[in-house]
């Protein structure tokens, strides 16, 4: 086979993978890899036809991946919604992520969250669930985090953000420092302000 088959069998093999991603960022920016060796390789056999459809391609996931790294950390394109934690959709949703929760929140149970001091939040990108976080207060000010998951769409993203920068959720509640769960993993807390302690992460709150 020639190299320049192996280039294009390559740029097709990127594109079908890209296909078979669930994280929306890697989708994006696979399919974008892929279209480029194919212009390339289609450029170098005169296809111009194909030539053609990659660069429109191209151009649209370069589109989508610079509205998402744009809108990453903005609050107007994810919300925050208190919900419940006795809510039949929060409940849902955690039955239906049960076993990819407990992969990076180990020892987490539903049946955790039945605390009277317990709050629970969806992280929302319009009507599509992003995040859950859920914690409870231990006394002298302090609330644990019991659960912050990601779905699988959004995990090139920290949705959980939009909870922790927002200290008003915690103290509206008497909390004045906030602790992790332990042995997350994959934890991002650092660049929020957060400092580690142990396993877990703390976050010191002001009024």
Known sequence: MEPLDLI?????????????????????ALNLVGCLVL???????????MVGLN???????????????????????YQVVEVRTDDGFLAHLLRSHHADITRFTPGFTAEGLTRRDQSAFLVVNGDEVAGVVAFHMTGNGVAQVDLDYVTERYRDFTPGEFVFRRSRYFVERGCRTVITPPGMRTPYYDR???????????????A
């Open 8 to 28: 294009g069998w390559a740029g097709s093999c990127l594109l079908v993978w890209s296909l078979l991603q669930n994280r929306l960022l890697r989708l994006r």
């Open 39 to 49: 212009i390339g390789f289609n450029a170098a056999l005169g296809v111009w036809p």
């Open 55 to 77: 660069v429109v391609l191209a151009v649209i996931n370069i589109w989508y991946l610079a509205r998402m790294l744009a809108t990453r950390h903005d609050e107007k394109t």
């Open 192 to 206: 929020l302000g957060f400092r580690r302690s142990g396993e877990s992460y703390v976050l010191e709150l002001t």
